[in-house]
């Protein structure tokens, strides 16, 4: 498919290329599309190359002229006579280049009509002349619309992936200011204890960093890369509450190379350190389960919350951070995901299936 998208778009970015290809077929095609008495294939050829020019001007001035300027801007009067008037002239030069140099390089002895005996004939030059004329003008039209649509839509398309990549990036960049800024103040109360810790918090938090700004940057990372995010994160959190804190981090992930959305993983824990462990007083628990077989991932977050939300919290359905990922997994897993909350009191439960 991207294949077929490039060479499109080289098609449609090279109208010098597209327009040859059209007028070599046009050209090629005379041995079987030349009518009038004309059998033999040499013959078909010098018919068809004197008429050309003719057949090529008769084109572009309806398509780039008469079309848009005068039929598409409803000026209705000025395309029929202008239409009229070209049709009429061209099927003149039409029978004429016919007569005296198709026939003559052709070898054909016959007699040549004059120009008034052509005029005298009006009618049956115009109608004689006119199908065969329009003939591929009508066939360029036809093939100038649909490559037309094909360049609106494939445009459309390119609009669309550009806007879901920028909007994409600026959710991703929303999840890195609120992780560093909690990781920072982490480590300021660490280095104000003057805790041995402090050098681990930011050995870690150079690896999660490198991480998040550098390697991830592509559509899809490695599982295992994010498990590793994971426990870094998880880490530092556990520094952080210390006693307070019951958690476990288990997974299973029965195939190595398998694939996920960067960062989506990690908001969904933030969350719950954010809405769960942060308002607890007493002892906070957090269930972190990971599964991965058979293309598809089933990630579980389970944490007690306070009964009570404290003031100016917001509920997770209500946060940035879940609004954040729900438009991240449609963006990026379009109809291929699945989303459960099972909020009570004093419990907060996320699953999240996604088919890769």
């Known amino acids: 498919m991207e294949r077929e998208n490039n060479l499109l778009d080289r098609l449609l970015k090279n109208r010098a290329l597209s327009h040859t290809l059209f007028w070599l077929m046009v050209l090629f095609m005379a041995p079987i599309t030349t009518y009038g008495g004309i059998t ?3 013959e078909a050829f010098i018919f068809r190359a004197v008429a050309m020019p003719i057949k090529m001007a008769v084109t ?3 398509v780039y002229y008469q079309i848009p300027e005068l039929l598409q801007k409803k000026k209705y009067i000025q395309f029929i006579l202008s239409f009229l008037l070209l049709t009429i002239l061209l099927t003149f030069i039409y029978r004429i280049n016919n007569v005296h140099i198709a026939e003559t390089l052709a070898g054909i002895d016959s007699p040549k009509e004059s120009l008034p005996q052509m005029i005298s004939e009006f009618w ?3 109608i004689g002349y006119a199908p065969r004329l329009y003939v591929f003008t009508v066939i360029f039209l036809f093939i100038k619309m649909i490559m037309d649509r094909s360049a609106e839509k494939h445009q459309i398309d390119i609009l669309k992936k550009e806007k879901a990549t920028a909007e994409l990036n600026f959710l991703k960049a929303q999840i ?3 992780f560093l800024f909690n990781t920072l103040n982490n480590l300021y109360s660490l280095t104000l204890d003057k805790s041995d810790k402090a050098p681990d918090v930011v050995a870690k938090l150079s690896e999660m960093l490198d991480y998040m700004l550098y390697q991830c940057s592509g559509d899809q990372v490695l599982v295992n890369k994010e498990v590793a995010l994971l426990e870094h994160y998880i880490d530092l959190e556990k ?3 210390g006693d307070r804190l019951n958690l476990s981090f288990d997974y299973n992930i029965k195939d190595p190379q398998a694939t996920i959305a960067p960062l989506i993983l990690l908001s969904i ?9 942060s308002g607890t007083i007493q002892h906070a628990i957090i269930q972190i389960s990971l599964r991965v077989k058979n293309d598809s991932i089933h990630f579980r977050v389970y944490n007690t919350k306070p ?3 404290l003031n100016g919290e917001k509920s997770y359905k209500e946060g940035v951070g879940m609004k954040n990922i ?6 990026i897993y379009p109809k291929q995901y699945q989303w459960d909350i099972k909020e009570q009191d004093e419990s907060y439960e996320v699953n999240l299936w996604i088919k890769t």
């Open 40 to 42: 033999e294939k040499w």
């Open 239 to 241: 520094l952080r509450y």
């Open 307 to 309: 009964s009570v939300e």
């Open 124 to 126: 049956a030059t115009v």
């Open 269 to 277: 824990v933030e969350n719950a350190f954010k809405h769960g462990v």
């Open 326 to 331: 729900l438009r991240q997994l449609e963006l």
């Open 60 to 62: 572009y001035i309806l």
């Open 176 to 178: 890195h200011p609120h």
